[in-house]
């Protein structure tokens, strides 16, 4: 079965440093996502992205993320000056299509969790 | 009101009993209903998924939607202690092309031996 897999599954880094969270979506899936789960708390939406741009954002993502697909193959988040608060899981996921990958369900990553200190 | 509220449990319950998972919702905009499966340090599975109201079955699981009473559930017939996980329902609306979810809490499930 076709996976979406993160790396690192842990990054720990010192607040105000850059982090970047690398993904491989399935390879053949066009829309590519990130969500976040501070510990506790809800999945939450940031970002979704596809043919180059992001399509829509959440009021989370404010100018210290960004995304970008570097290769074709991977999918990256990052955070330009890490605070306190950005401690979570993050995840990413992939969906074939917009409309589709809701039927199908989107599939999702093991997560990389961050913590920052 | 918070857009989409789950109970959080925990539920704990003996092998072989039915479980029942509930969200409420706010959002009249939202026309996909899912549920997904999360076991620890794993990104959340897709278990089951609705557009608007009715009921699916899937083996053991059953979704229901109700758009009327904004009310959806999750019904595990013959619960399997692998069935032990946190269930989180998501919810997305019919327009826009990405599809953001909006995800509830997660109600974490022990299923007992």
């Known amino acids: 079965e076709p996976e979406v897999t993160q790396t690192p599954s842990h990054q720990v880094t010192q607040m105000g440093q850059e982090v970047i969270l690398r993904c491989v979506p399935i390879?053949?899936?066009?829309?590519f996502y990130w969500y976040r789960q501070i510990l506790g708390q809800k999945v939450e939406f940031l970002v979704s992205?596809?043919?180059?741009?992001?399509?829509?954002k959440s009021e989370i993502f404010d100018d210290q993320f960004s995304v970008e697909r570097p290769d074709g193959s991977n999918f990256t988040l990052k955070i330009r000056s890490t605070k306190l608060e950005d401690s979570a899981m993050y995840f990413c996921?992939?969906?074939?299509?917009?409309?589709?990958?809701?039927?199908?369900?989107?599939?999702f990553g093991s997560g990389t969790r961050l913590t920052v200190v | 009101q918070k857009e989409v509220e789950q109970d959080p449990g925990p539920l704990s319950v003996p092998e072989g009993a039915i479980v029942s998972l509930n969200c409420t919702y706010s959002?009249?905009?939202?026309?996909?209903f899912m549920w997904y499966r999360q076991y620890s340090r794993k990104g959340p599975e897709l278990l089951m998924y609705?557009?608007?109201?009715g009921n699916k079955e899937d083996g053991r699981f059953t979704a229901q939607v109700d758009k009327s009473s904004k009310y959806i559930s999750l019904f595990i017939r013959d619960s399997q202690p692998s069935d032990s996980a946190t269930y989180l329902c998501?919810?997305?609306?019919?327009?826009?092309?990405?599809?953001?979810?909006?995800f509830g809490s997660g109600t974490q499930l022990t299923v007992l031996p």
């Open positions: 390879s053949n899936h066009l829309y």
């Open positions: 959002n009249s905009a939202f026309q996909y």
């Open positions: 609705t557009y608007s109201s």
């Open positions: 996921a992939s969906s074939p299509s917009g409309r589709s990958g809701v039927s199908r369900g989107y599939t």
């Open positions: 998501a919810m997305s609306p019919a327009s826009g092309s990405a599809r953001q979810l909006t």
């Open positions: 992205f596809y043919n180059n741009e992001i399509s829509e």
